[in-house]
């Protein structure tokens, strides 16, 4: 077993060498994914301010990242347990996006991550990868140097959390207590991609403005039906979808899925596609359809 964790402590660095090669900031991790060094802190008599590394000692998580070899093996040295290595997202080059889709919670998280991206109109570019030993896979996206993504849980969407700034990702070839982390084919050599705006959006703390009342529900379904009506064969399930999100979000949707329903069938969506359309809308927006 020593032999073993020893070689997989070896492989660790290994990967963590190669992903610094391409700017990435690391950090060593134990088999429960956790950082493999713990805090310096942790029998202070009382707490202070949070240290973030500048009394220079290491086992400050994330804030010991980083893309230095030298200060890589050094990290590794003082962690010979560790057997993986997580990548500090939100620094620079990449400030690195972790998109996480689970499979834990019992829930389609990548049937919800299409959902989002056709009610907000974006697709997710080709990008890095990493597949996790549960089935659930790790998108690497981009963002902005002057945008700070924060970390979530669930918060998008069920089954989706979000690594940003603050957060870590495990690194492929990294080997915990359920298996090994692995590139997923054909995207190891790929830099990782611009998040799509709409996406980024999505992500970013909910503003806090005053929100402007929501348009009479006369009109503005009266728009939405007609939307609905001059959908075209091969945009009628994507039209209705859109209508029936916006009127949820407007308080409207009650009232107007019989009308939105009504529009689709005469576009020729069947009645079953169309209410299956307008459910998944209203549970998307947060309503019980």
């Known amino acids: 077993m020593a032999t073993t964790d020893r070689q997989a402590t070896t ?3 290994a990967h963590a060498l190669s992903a610094a090669e391409r700017g990435l900031a690391v950090i060593p991790l134990s088999r429960t994914k ?3 060094l713990r805090s310096p802190h942790r029998d202070d008599p009382a707490p202070g301010h949070p240290c973030h590394g500048a009394c220079g000692r290491f086992g400050h998580g994330v804030y010991d990242a980083s893309s230095d070899p030298v200060r890589i093996r050094e ?9 993986g290595y997580g990548i500090a997202c939100g620094l620079p080059p990449y400030h690195l996006i972790g998109v996480d889709l689970d499979t834990k919670s019992g829930t389609d998280s990548s049937a919800a991550l299409r959902e989002l991206a056709l009610r907000h ?3 997710i570019p080709e990008t890095v990868v990493v597949l996790t030993p549960s089935g659930g896979r790790h998108l690497w996206l ?3 140097p002057d945008t700070v993504v924060p970390n979530s849980a669930g918060r998008l969407a069920p089954g989706i959390d979000i690594r940003g700034a603050g957060g870590y990702l495990v690194g492929p070839g990294s080997r915990t207590g359920h298996g090994v982390y692995t590139t997923a084919p054909g995207t190891a050599h790929l830099p ?3 998040c799509p705006p709409s996406l980024l959006r999505l992500l970013l703390p909910p503003p806090r403005p005053h929100r402007p009342a929501p348009p009479a529900p006369g009109d503005h379904g009266r728009g939405l039906v007609h939307f609905v009506l001059t959908a075209h064969e091969g945009q009628r399930n994507t039209r ?3 209508a029936a999100c916006r009127a949820y979000e407007n308080g409207i949707g009650p ?3 019989d009308p939105l329903a009504e529009a689709a069938l005469h576009t020729g969506l069947t009645e079953h596609e169309a209410r299956a359309t307008i459910a998944s809308a209203a549970r998307m927006t947060g309503h019980q359809p």
């Open 255 to 257: 009232a107007l899925a």
């Open 192 to 194: 990782p991609a611009a």
């Open 11 to 13: 492989l660790a660095l």
């Open 121 to 123: 109109l974006f697709t």
């Open 34 to 36: 956790l950082p493999a």
């Open 240 to 242: 209705l979808f859109w």
């Open 142 to 144: 981009t963002g902005p």
């Open 75 to 83: 990290l590794f040295a003082a962690a010979p347990w560790a057997t």
